[in-house]
């Protein structure tokens, strides 16, 4: 695991488009923390990094927005508000797992039992003014990604 602060809001932004430029195809990365920790405002940083010109909002209420950018098929999901995982049977999320499109996965364990393991797993966490990046690779594609980030790291783990 590696840890490291991000101490603003543009510092997520920016980690995000970091994220972007050494992403792999088919990765799914779960993004995990309480309401406010900025895990919109990393993928805002990601797909403003691919050339995203739109507003980035969270898909709390539709559960998937989708983005096509630089030959990327990028699906941004928000289980929030989830009841039951198997609703994601009936929006065809067993569709997405191609192995070419990134998932980024906000609350992924409302989708447990359903969701394959995550690549990578990004939590983030208030800390003071700032917030606490915590990453842990699964996978050989999400150690790749890991060895790619320029992190500061962090004392706190």
């Not at 900025?38 to 969270?58: I, N, P």
């Not at 989708?66 to 198997?86: A, C, M, N, T, W």
Request: with cysteine; aromatic share 8%.
């Amino acid at each position: 695991m590696i840890a490291s602060t991000l101490a603003s809001a543009q510092a997520t932004e920016a980690f995000g488009a970091q994220l972007a430029s050494v992403i792999a195809e088919g990765c799914i990365i779960y993004l995990q923390g309480e309401l406010g920790t900025g895990k919109t405002t990393l993928v805002r940083g990601l797909l403003d990094a691919l050339g995203y010109e739109g507003a980035v909002r969270s898909p709390t209420y539709t559960l998937v927005e989708p983005y096509s950018l630089q030959g990327k098929q990028i699906l941004h999901l928000d289980f929030y508000r989830l009841v039951d995982p198997e609703e994601l049977e009936f929006i065809g999320l067993r569709d997405w797992f191609d192995g070419q499109t990134i998932l980024l996965v906000e609350w992924p364990e409302h989708g447990d039992g359903v969701l394959p393991e995550a690549d990578l797993q990004v939590e983030l966490q208030h800390s003071g003014d700032g917030r606490l990046c915590r990453l842990r690779a699964n996978s050989v594609k999400g150690e790749k990604v890991l060895a790619g980030l320029n992190l500061k790291p962090s004392r706190e783990t």
